[in-house]
């Protein structure tokens, strides 16, 4: 089952279709889901591949090409801030966008899943 998006999320998602298209050069955007430490390991995992894939889907219904995205779920294990407060959670919980290949190659030599597990084909 899908994550469903904010409304609120659609201003920044079009800024990001608006910049893959600005950017042609960039063959290959990351969409990483991430998640506080509140759950356990395996369903943080799902959810965090739901969520990345959820934002993948969105930017293909709005133009962009799905072979120009991966959606990759981190789960809890890239934490931004110490998981102490509901603020620092928020902080956690949230999608990441990472140039990950341009003009085909892989960005640094870096695996383009970037270490993460990859959420399905975003052109399904």
């Known amino acids: 089952m899908p994550e469903k998006l904010s409304p609120s ?3 920044s998602l ?3 279709a608006d910049y893959l298209a600005a950017k042609p050069y960039v063959s290959l ?3 990483e889901g991430h ?3 509140g759950a356990p390991a395996a369903a ?3 959810l965090t591949e739901r969520r990345a894939m959820s934002v993948a889907k969105w930017l293909v219904a709005h133009g ?3 072979k120009r995205l991966v959606a990759v779920g981190f789960g ?3 934490p931004v801030a110490p998981s102490d407060t509901p603020q620092n959670n928020a902080r956690n919980s949230r999608v990441e966008f990472v140039n990950a290949a341009l003009r085909g ?3 640094g030599g870096m695996p383009v899943d970037g270490g993460g597990r990859v959420a399905g084909d975003a052109c399904r």
């Open 64 to 66: 962009v090409d799905c």
């Open 44 to 46: 943080s995992a799902a």
């Open 9 to 11: 999320s659609d201003a």
């Open 105 to 107: 190659r892989p960005i």
């Open 29 to 31: 955007l990351r969409i």
């Open 14 to 16: 079009a800024h990001v």
């Open 35 to 37: 998640s506080d430490d």
């Open 76 to 78: 809890s294990t890239k």
